[in-house]
C-alpha cells in the first residue's frame, strides 16, 4: 500500500470517527471540518469534486434513513395493556387466521376497519372479532 493510500485510508477512518461521535453527540464541529479538510487535501481538483457529489447522495441516503428510523420510532404502537385493543399487522392476521394478504384486503373491501400508525397498516384485536361475527 502507498504512502498516500495510508493518509487516505487513516483519513477515512477518522471522518468515521467523527461521524460515529457525532451520531452520540460528542462531535465537535471543527473536528469533522478538519477531518474532511484533510482529507480533501489529499485529492486532485476532479477527484473533489467526485467525492463531494458522492458524499452528497451518500449524506443524503443517510439523512433518509435516520428520519425514516426516528419517525417509526416516535410513531411506533405503544404498548398495549389489558385493557386496550391489541394492533396486529397484516402479517399477524394472516398467521392467525391462517390466510393470505389477499384475504385480508379482500376482508377490507367487505368492511374489515383498518388502523394506520406511522404510516403503516394495522388491524384491531376487536374489529377482526366484530368482522368475524357479521
Not at 493518509?7 to 461521535?21: A, G, M, N, R, W
Not at 416516535?74 to 390466510?99: A, F, G, H, Q
Amino acid at each position: 500500500m502507498s504512502r498516500v493510500s495510508k493518509i487516505k485510508t487513516k483519513s477515512v477512518h477518522q471522518i468515521c470517527h467523527v461521524l460515529y461521535d457525532f451520531l452520540n453527540d460528542k462531535f465537535n464541529e471543527d473536528d469533522i471540518r478538519d477531518s474532511l479538510d484533510d482529507f480533501m487535501r489529499l485529492l486532485d481538483e476532479d477527484k473533489q469534486h467526485e467525492v463531494l457529489s458522492g458524499m452528497k447522495v451518500k449524506l443524503e441516503d443517510l439523512y433518509y434513513i435516520l428520519h425514516r428510523h426516528m419517525v417509526d420510532r416516535i410513531t411506533e404502537p405503544k404498548e398495549i395493556t389489558d385493557t386496550e385493543d391489541k394492533l396486529l399487522s397484516i402479517d399477524d392476521v394472516c398467521s392467525r387466521y391462517s390466510i393470505t394478504r389477499q384475504t385480508v384486503t379482500n376482508w377490507s373491501k367487505k368492511g374489515l376497519k383498518k388502523t394506520e400508525v406511522g404510516g403503516r397498516v394495522y388491524y384491531r384485536e376487536s374489529e377482526l372479532e366484530r368482522f368475524q361475527n357479521t
